[in-house]
């Protein structure tokens, strides 16, 4: 008899449609930036995470051009075998300044970066505080380590020490892991508080920059920077392909620490190593947020400036966020498809993200310092003839990046 084995697929794929959860890609013409073209509209783009506008920067494509002609288009095999060069040493070593950190190892993407040093550091003997707020990729982590995993209520330090109080002596070792901005919400996570408490109870902690890194801190380390705990020991993990504008992740920290990941961290190890060209690229856009603060103080007036248009606006209210990330929530699924048709119907750019991404459905959208004035007026002069009734649950668990 022919096999049915298959048959739960399409069946899945109908409840999803049912709920109002699925999802499509949408082809995007050209280079991305403030505008970008879309089935031959322009439209305003609010759904980008390249918060300085540097993915289109002529000095990083001619660094990746640069790259590719010295070095070919792909680097051909792991680090640890024919695939590292001198570029991806040069990249690290920059990542570690602007971190303010001794060393850093580069990965193939944040998510590689994330399930790699976490499978590595922690084991079954040992435990995992996590967020519950965090990001697909360190709750996969988590779980490839094989450790206790106990999620805690979204940035509640309190929960957080009752956990450590009644567990942390029957492990091993304990590894709290948490995102710094929290990229389905755009808050951050309490940092200074959580290395309170992993000081106290020897715990190691691991924050996750993606949404950080060039946006936060007087010279855009992130939250770390931002917080004024680059001094403190910690492990920070991110990626390259947000705010600087290429591809790739990293992981900074101690000397020791990365001399221990280059030898266990399985997704360092067995993967190819970050392209030439992306590999410069990225290394060009840390010296650009080092030498052009400007881009990030212009995010910045973005960012306020959004905020007071909207805070002007009583039916529309947005999530708390002190980041680029800003959201309003809507009640169901089928409201943030319309409430996005309606802004795409309008020349702007803006997705809904609906469960399982999230437990409440929302418009999430991203400022860039290469947002105009203008440009900014008529995403708020769209959103105020949307009639949204805002709900009050706001926390999320995060699946896409």
């Given at each position: 008899?022919?096999?049915d084995a298959?048959n739960?697929?399409?069946?899945?794929l109908a409840?999803?449609?049912?709920?109002?959860w699925?999802?499509?890609?949408q082809?995007i013409?050209?280079?991305t930036?403030?505008?970008?073209q879309?089935?031959?509209r322009?439209l305003?783009?609010f759904a980008?995470?390249?918060y300085?506008g540097?993915s289109s920067d002529?000095?990083?494509?001619?660094?990746?051009i640069?790259a590719?002609?010295?070095?070919g288009?792909?680097?051909?095999g792991s680090?640890?075998?024919?695939g590292?060069?001198?570029?991806?040493?040069e990249?690290e070593y920059?990542?570690?300044?602007?971190k303010q950190?001794?060393?850093?190892?580069?990965f193939s993407?944040g998510?590689l970066?994330n399930?790699?040093?976490v499978?590595a550091?922690?084991g079954?003997r040992?435990?995992?505080?996590?967020?519950?707020?965090?990001?697909?990729s360190?709750k996969?982590g988590?779980?490839?380590?094989g450790a206790t995993v106990i999620?805690y209520?979204?940035c509640?330090?309190?929960?957080l020490?009752?956990h450590?109080?009644q567990?942390?002596d029957?492990?091993r070792?304990?590894?709290?892991?948490?995102d710094?901005v929290?990229?389905?919400d755009?808050?951050?996570?309490p940092?200074?508080?959580l290395?309170?408490?992993?000081d106290?109870y020897?715990c190691m902690?691991?924050?996750?920059e993606?949404h950080a890194?060039?946006?936060?801190?007087?010279?855009g380390?992130g939250?770390?920077?931002?917080f004024d705990?680059?001094?403190?020991?910690?492990?920070?993990?991110?990626?390259l392909?947000?705010?600087l504008?290429?591809?790739?992740?990293?992981?900074?920290?101690?000397?020791?620490?990365?001399?221990?990941?280059?030898?266990?961290?399985p997704?360092?190890?067995?993967?190819?190593?970050?392209?030439p060209?992306?590999t410069a690229?990225?290394l060009?856009?840390?010296?650009?947020?080092?030498?052009?603060p400007?881009?990030?103080?212009?995010?910045?007036r973005n960012i306020?400036?959004?905020?007071?248009?909207i805070?002007?606006?009583?039916?529309l209210k947005?999530?708390p966020?002190?980041?680029?990330?800003?959201?309003?929530?809507?009640?169901?699924?089928?409201d943030?498809?319309?409430?996005?048709?309606?802004?795409?119907?309008?020349?702007i750019?803006?997705p809904?993200i609906?469960?399982p991404?999230?437990?409440?459905?929302?418009?999430?959208?991203?400022?860039?310092?290469?947002?105009?004035?203008?440009q900014?007026?008529?995403?708020?002069?769209?959103?105020?003839a949307?009639?949204?009734?805002?709900?009050?649950?706001?926390?999320?668990v995060r699946?896409?990046r």
């Amino acid at each position: 008899m022919p096999s049915d084995a298959y048959n739960w697929i399409e069946q899945s794929l109908a409840t999803i449609h049912k709920a109002d959860w699925y999802r499509t890609v949408q082809t995007i013409q050209g280079h991305t930036g403030a505008m970008v073209q879309m089935n031959g509209r322009s439209l305003i783009n609010f759904a980008s995470n390249d918060y300085l506008g540097l993915s289109s920067d002529d000095r990083l494509i001619q660094a990746a051009i640069t790259a590719t002609q010295k070095y070919g288009t792909g680097s051909t095999g792991s680090r640890l075998l024919s695939g590292h060069r001198e570029l991806h040493r040069e990249l690290e070593y920059a990542i570690a300044s602007l971190k303010q950190t001794e060393d850093a190892l580069v990965f193939s993407s944040g998510y590689l970066a994330n399930l790699g040093t976490v499978s590595a550091i922690v084991g079954q003997r040992d435990l995992i505080l996590s967020d519950q707020c965090n990001h697909s990729s360190l709750k996969n982590g988590a779980i490839l380590s094989g450790a206790t995993v106990i999620e805690y209520p979204h940035c509640d330090l309190v929960s957080l020490q009752t956990h450590l109080e009644q567990q942390r002596d029957c492990y091993r070792r304990c590894l709290i892991v948490t995102d710094s901005v929290f990229s389905m919400d755009g808050d951050l996570c309490p940092l200074s508080g959580l290395l309170d408490l992993a000081d106290y109870y020897n715990c190691m902690l691991l924050v996750d920059e993606a949404h950080a890194t060039g946006v936060l801190g007087k010279c855009g380390a992130g939250c770390v920077e931002h917080f004024d705990c680059s001094q403190r020991q910690l492990i920070q993990v991110g990626t390259l392909s947000k705010a600087l504008g290429s591809l790739g992740g990293y992981v900074a920290g101690t000397k020791t620490l990365i001399d221990f990941l280059r030898n266990r961290a399985p997704s360092w190890i067995y993967t190819t190593a970050l392209s030439p060209a992306d590999t410069a690229a990225a290394l060009t856009a840390i010296q650009i947020i080092q030498q052009e603060p400007e881009r990030r103080q212009q995010l910045w007036r973005n960012i306020d400036n959004f905020k007071l248009l909207i805070h002007q606006l009583s039916h529309l209210k947005l999530l708390p966020s002190d980041s680029a990330i800003l959201c309003l929530l809507l009640p169901t699924a089928a409201d943030a498809l319309i409430a996005a048709r309606h802004l795409q119907d309008a020349g702007i750019f803006a997705p809904a993200i609906r469960p399982p991404t999230v437990p409440t459905s929302r418009i999430r959208i991203s400022l860039m310092a290469t947002h105009t004035v203008a440009q900014i007026e008529q995403l708020v002069d769209v959103l105020s003839a949307i009639k949204i009734v805002s709900t009050t649950s706001s926390k999320s668990v995060r699946g896409d990046r």
